[in-house]
């Protein structure tokens, strides 16, 4: 089981920027693909974006393609999000989170993630 931790979630004008951290442990790091999903009251929980095992591949949700970029640093066993030009409705709590390598689903869902860090509030005020 990998411990999830995230951090620099916070309140921020519209068109303003965040960047998220999410510190892994208790696993190999590398052996995972690492994703960032988010929630808002209400909804579901959404995918954001993820990245995988190596960092030499990512994918984005369309709602924030062009303006999030995920990375990763497996020497440091961290993935950040980058948010550009934020929108109010990005306005949630996002999540980090993990699942095996091997594991390839059609589509990147809750569910197919493992293990779940606690989340960080993003606020975006207009």
């Not at 921020?12 to 965040?18: A, N």
């Not at 995972?32 to 988010?38: A, E, L, Q, S």
């Not at 948010?83 to 990147?108: F, G, H, Q």
């Amino acid at each position: 089981q990998v411990q999830l931790i995230e951090s620099g979630g916070g309140l921020v004008q519209v068109g303003g920027s965040l960047r998220l951290s999410c510190a892994a442990s208790g696993g190999i790091v590398g052996d995972y693909v690492m994703g960032w999903f988010r929630q808002s009251p209400g909804k579901e929980r959404q995918f954001v974006a993820r990245i995988n095992w190596d960092g030499g591949s990512a994918y984005y949700a369309d709602s924030v393609k062009g303006r999030f970029t995920i990375s990763r640093d497996n020497a440091k066993n961290t993935v950040y999000l980058q948010m550009d030009s934020l929108k109010p409705e990005d306005t949630a709590i996002y999540y980090c989170a993990v699942r095996p390598r091997w594991r390839v689903p059609a589509m990147e869902m809750p569910a197919d993630y493992d293990d779940w860090g606690q989340g960080t509030q993003v606020t975006v005020s207009s």
